[in-house]
Protein backbone atom coordinates (compact mmCIF):
# COMPACT_ATOMS: atom_id res chain seq x y z
CA UNK A 1 0.00 0.00 0.00
CA UNK A 2 1.36 3.59 -0.65
CA UNK A 3 0.57 4.12 2.68
CA UNK A 4 2.97 2.08 4.01
CA UNK A 5 5.76 3.73 1.75
CA UNK A 6 5.63 6.64 4.49
CA UNK A 7 9.01 7.67 6.21
CA UNK A 8 8.82 6.26 9.67
CA UNK A 9 8.86 9.24 11.51
CA UNK A 10 7.14 9.94 14.73
CA UNK A 11 5.59 13.17 13.25
CA UNK A 12 4.36 10.48 10.45
CA UNK A 13 3.30 8.55 12.85
CA UNK A 14 0.91 11.35 14.30
CA UNK A 15 -0.21 12.69 11.22
CA UNK A 16 -1.11 9.00 10.49
CA UNK A 17 -2.63 8.35 13.14
CA UNK A 18 -4.90 11.44 13.05
CA UNK A 19 -5.70 10.27 9.91
CA UNK A 20 -7.00 7.36 11.11
CA UNK A 21 -9.05 9.02 13.82
CA UNK A 22 -10.72 10.71 11.52
CA UNK A 23 -11.66 7.55 9.24
CA UNK A 24 -13.05 6.37 11.80
CA UNK A 25 -15.18 9.56 12.86
CA UNK A 26 -16.21 10.00 9.37
CA UNK A 27 -17.37 5.86 9.39
CA UNK A 28 -19.84 6.23 12.64
CA UNK A 29 -21.26 9.63 11.34
CA UNK A 30 -22.13 7.49 7.82
CA UNK A 31 -23.01 4.88 9.69
CA UNK A 32 -25.33 7.16 11.67
CA UNK A 33 -27.00 8.75 8.38
CA UNK A 34 -27.55 5.39 6.56
CA UNK A 35 -29.71 4.30 9.51
CA UNK A 36 -31.56 7.45 9.96
CA UNK A 37 -32.45 7.45 6.27
CA UNK A 38 -33.38 3.83 6.54
CA UNK A 39 -35.66 4.68 8.65
CA UNK A 40 -36.81 7.64 7.19
CA UNK A 41 -37.70 5.25 4.38
CA UNK A 42 -38.88 2.52 5.82
CA UNK A 43 -41.71 4.93 7.76
CA UNK A 44 -42.56 6.31 4.34
CA UNK A 45 -42.82 3.06 2.85
CA UNK A 46 -45.54 2.09 5.49
CA UNK A 47 -47.37 5.42 4.60
CA UNK A 48 -47.48 4.66 1.22
CA UNK A 49 -49.12 1.15 1.29
CA UNK A 50 -51.35 3.07 3.41
CA UNK A 51 -52.28 5.69 0.56
CA UNK A 52 -52.18 2.98 -2.03
CA UNK A 53 -55.02 1.47 0.13
CA UNK A 54 -56.69 4.62 0.22
CA UNK A 55 -56.60 5.49 -3.13
CA UNK A 56 -58.00 1.85 -4.38
CA UNK A 57 -61.00 2.10 -1.89
CA UNK A 58 -61.79 5.38 -3.14
CA UNK A 59 -61.47 4.08 -7.08
CA UNK A 60 -63.62 1.78 -6.49
CA UNK A 61 -66.30 3.67 -4.95
CA UNK A 62 -65.75 6.59 -7.39
CA UNK A 63 -65.90 3.84 -10.18
CA UNK A 64 -68.96 2.26 -8.77
CA UNK A 65 -70.77 5.43 -8.48
CA UNK A 66 -69.94 6.78 -11.88
CA UNK A 67 -71.55 3.49 -13.35
CA UNK A 68 -74.83 4.34 -11.86
CA UNK A 69 -74.90 7.34 -12.43
CA UNK A 70 -74.69 6.49 -16.00
CA UNK A 71 -77.40 4.52 -15.77
CA UNK A 72 -79.35 7.29 -14.46
CA UNK A 73 -78.47 9.93 -17.09
CA UNK A 74 -76.82 8.09 -19.81
CA UNK A 75 -72.90 9.13 -20.60
CA UNK A 76 -71.77 11.67 -18.18
CA UNK A 77 -69.45 13.15 -21.00
CA UNK A 78 -71.47 16.77 -20.56
CA UNK A 79 -71.07 16.82 -16.63
CA UNK A 80 -67.65 15.97 -16.72
CA UNK A 81 -66.43 19.44 -19.06
CA UNK A 82 -68.09 21.49 -16.49
CA UNK A 83 -64.86 20.16 -13.72
CA UNK A 84 -62.58 22.93 -13.59
CA UNK A 85 -59.10 22.22 -14.13
CA UNK A 86 -56.93 22.64 -10.78
CA UNK A 87 -53.99 24.17 -11.03
CA UNK A 88 -53.15 24.66 -7.69
CA UNK A 89 -50.42 22.02 -7.27
CA UNK A 90 -47.15 23.19 -5.90
CA UNK A 91 -43.60 21.65 -4.93
CA UNK A 92 -41.36 22.56 -2.38
CA UNK A 93 -38.05 20.85 -0.80
CA UNK A 94 -37.51 19.83 2.75
CA UNK A 95 -33.84 17.99 3.99
CA UNK A 96 -33.32 15.31 5.97
CA UNK A 97 -29.24 14.67 6.22
CA UNK A 98 -29.03 16.47 3.47
CA UNK A 99 -30.94 14.57 1.16
CA UNK A 100 -33.63 17.18 -0.76
CA UNK A 101 -37.09 15.59 0.10
CA UNK A 102 -39.98 17.25 -1.83
CA UNK A 103 -43.32 18.02 -0.39
CA UNK A 104 -46.25 18.05 -3.30
CA UNK A 105 -49.12 20.38 -1.61
CA UNK A 106 -52.71 20.93 -3.54
CA UNK A 107 -54.16 24.53 -3.14
CA UNK A 108 -56.69 23.53 -0.11
CA UNK A 109 -60.46 25.23 -1.49
CA UNK A 110 -63.76 24.44 -0.46
CA UNK A 111 -64.84 21.81 -2.85
CA UNK A 112 -68.09 22.20 -4.99
CA UNK A 113 -69.52 20.18 -6.95
CA UNK A 114 -69.56 22.00 -10.21
CA UNK A 115 -72.80 20.40 -12.23
CA UNK A 116 -75.75 22.02 -11.47
CA UNK A 117 -78.56 19.47 -10.12
CA UNK A 118 -80.95 19.44 -12.84
CA UNK A 119 -78.21 17.68 -14.85
CA UNK A 120 -76.71 15.57 -11.61
CA UNK A 121 -77.57 13.04 -9.27
CA UNK A 122 -76.21 11.99 -5.72
CA UNK A 123 -74.71 9.07 -7.35
CA UNK A 124 -72.76 11.48 -9.77
CA UNK A 125 -71.56 14.05 -7.19
CA UNK A 126 -70.46 10.98 -5.03
CA UNK A 127 -68.44 9.70 -8.21
CA UNK A 128 -67.11 13.87 -8.52
CA UNK A 129 -65.69 13.73 -4.70
CA UNK A 130 -64.27 10.40 -4.34
CA UNK A 131 -62.38 11.76 -7.65
CA UNK A 132 -61.49 14.78 -5.55
CA UNK A 133 -59.87 12.45 -2.85
CA UNK A 134 -58.23 10.21 -5.56
CA UNK A 135 -56.41 13.93 -7.00
CA UNK A 136 -55.30 14.83 -3.05
CA UNK A 137 -53.95 11.40 -1.92
CA UNK A 138 -52.44 10.87 -5.32
CA UNK A 139 -50.38 14.10 -5.16
CA UNK A 140 -49.52 12.72 -1.27
CA UNK A 141 -48.34 8.97 -2.95
CA UNK A 142 -46.35 10.91 -5.28
CA UNK A 143 -44.68 12.76 -2.80
CA UNK A 144 -43.61 10.14 -0.43
CA UNK A 145 -42.49 7.59 -3.51
CA UNK A 146 -40.08 10.14 -4.81
CA UNK A 147 -39.11 10.61 -1.52
CA UNK A 148 -38.71 7.00 -0.83
CA UNK A 149 -36.90 7.21 -4.50
CA UNK A 150 -34.35 9.95 -3.40
CA UNK A 151 -33.73 8.47 0.33
CA UNK A 152 -33.03 4.45 -1.49
CA UNK A 153 -30.36 6.33 -3.95
CA UNK A 154 -29.06 8.49 -0.70
CA UNK A 155 -28.35 4.94 1.21
CA UNK A 156 -26.54 3.63 -1.03
CA UNK A 157 -24.35 6.43 -1.46
CA UNK A 158 -23.84 6.69 2.11
CA UNK A 159 -23.21 3.05 2.50
CA UNK A 160 -20.65 2.68 -0.73
CA UNK A 161 -18.47 5.44 1.20
CA UNK A 162 -19.18 3.54 4.76
CA UNK A 163 -17.63 0.40 2.99
CA UNK A 164 -14.93 2.50 1.35
CA UNK A 165 -13.96 3.60 4.86
CA UNK A 166 -14.63 0.61 6.85
CA UNK A 167 -12.93 -2.15 4.26
CA UNK A 168 -10.08 0.22 2.39
CA UNK A 169 -8.79 3.57 4.11
CA UNK A 170 -9.46 2.84 8.17
CA UNK A 171 -7.58 -0.49 7.00
CA UNK A 172 -5.10 0.71 5.42
CA UNK A 173 -4.46 3.55 7.68
CA UNK A 174 -4.35 1.33 11.05
CA UNK A 175 -1.18 -1.03 9.19
CA UNK A 176 0.91 1.96 8.06
CA UNK A 177 0.50 3.10 11.66
CA UNK A 178 1.80 -0.48 12.83
CA UNK A 179 4.25 -0.73 10.23
CA UNK A 180 5.98 2.92 10.98
CA UNK A 181 5.65 1.86 14.94
CA UNK A 182 7.42 -1.65 14.40
CA UNK A 183 9.88 1.01 12.55
CA UNK A 184 10.71 2.97 15.28
CA UNK A 185 10.30 0.30 17.78
CA UNK A 186 12.94 -1.36 16.14
CA UNK A 187 15.20 1.95 15.77
CA UNK A 188 14.45 2.65 19.53
CA UNK A 189 16.15 -1.14 19.89
CA UNK A 190 19.33 -0.51 17.71
CA UNK A 191 19.67 3.06 19.30
CA UNK A 192 19.88 1.22 23.02
CA UNK A 193 21.87 -1.90 21.67
CA UNK A 194 24.13 0.83 20.25
CA UNK A 195 24.24 2.85 23.35
CA UNK A 196 25.22 -0.44 25.41
CA UNK A 197 27.59 -1.21 23.10
CA UNK A 198 29.73 2.03 23.24
CA UNK A 199 29.35 2.15 27.30
CA UNK A 200 30.55 -1.32 27.61
CA UNK A 201 33.74 -0.35 25.59
CA UNK A 202 34.08 3.06 27.71
CA UNK A 203 33.86 1.04 30.59
CA UNK A 204 36.60 -1.38 29.24
CA UNK A 205 38.85 1.55 28.47
Do not use: W
Amino acid sequence: MAENRIAPTKGNLINVKKSLGLAKVGYDLLDRKRNILIREMMTMIDKASSIQGEIDLNYAEAYAALQMANIVLGFCDEAAKTVPPDDGLDIDFRSVMGVEIPIVTLEERKIEVPFGLNSSTGMLDKAYLKFENVKRLTARLAEIENSIYRLADAIKKTQKRANALKNVMIPQFADTVKTISDALDEKDREEFSRLKVIKAQKNNK
